[in-house]
T-cell receptor
């Protein structure tokens, strides 16, 4: 079958480098954002989330930055490892009625040893 | 603790055939979802169930039906499969349901491993 990564923007890095994956979100009313990692043949896996009252949140080797002025979200991965190779999705929660997550199309991260 | 379990993992159908995709979660989550994932389209919401006994249409509901059988199980049915329904299907459940004034929001979805469906 077709790969979920077909036609996706791709970021290629060397093992040990820091990676930055960017995401532009669509709605200024969104108040919750989340990053997912999807490895080939698997379902999306939660990485980190952030609310709109924060500019930055850190996890283990990952940092999410939120710039509400320009509606931009980024995921920073420190000391990238080959196991980080995957498609990364951002999602926003648009605050209308019963709101569910709206997903971006994703960025493929390729880490070479 | 298995999380979200989907069956089957792979399925091939002929146009016009019917089938049901099964999903179960063991995290005691109230909300469950069905998404489809197509190349270049990202994840698109088909149907969701905010709580046991309720279901609602998402972004792309045409050609599908759902049943929230109980709190654990949420099934997706294709009554007459079409080639346009060839996709990877993901079930998800939600940990957090937050009521904020006039709206309700769910956060941090947990996904199953997917069903790859081909309709010939």
């Amino acid at each position: 079958g077709e790969s979920v990564g077909l036609h996706l923007p791709t970021l290629s890095v060397q093992e040990g480098d820091n990676s930055i994956i960017n995401c532009a979100y669509s709605n200024s009313a969104s108040d919750y954002f989340i990053w997912y990692k999807q490895e080939s043949g698997k379902g999306p896996q939660f990485i980190i989330d952030i609310r709109s009252n924060m500019d930055k949140r850190q996890g283990q080797r990952v940092t999410v930055l939120l710039n509400k002025t320009v509606k931009h979200l980024s995921l920073q991965i420190a000391a990238t490892q080959p196991g980080d190779s995957a498609v990364y999705f951002c999602a926003e929660n648009i605050r209308t009625g019963y709101s569910t997550l709206t997903f971006g199309k994703g960025t493929m991260l390729l880490v070479s040893p | 603790n298995a999380g979200v379990t989907q069956t089957p993992k792979f399925q091939v159908l002929k146009t016009g055939q019917s089938m049901t995709l099964q999903c179960a979660q063991d995290m005691n989550h109230n909300s469950m979802y069905w998404y489809r994932q197509d190349p270049g389209m990202g994840l698109r919401l088909i149907y969701y169930s905010a709580s046991e006994g309720t279901t609602d249409k998402g972004e792309v509901p045409n050609g599908y039906n759902v049943s929230r059988l109980n709190k654990r199980e949420f099934s997706l049915r294709l009554e007459s499969a079409a080639p346009s329904q060839t996709s990877v299907y993901f079930c998800a459940s939600s940990e957090v349901s937050v009521r904020r004034g006039s709206f309700t929001t769910n956060e941090k979805l947990f996904f199953g491993s997917g069903t790859q469906l081909s309709v010939l």
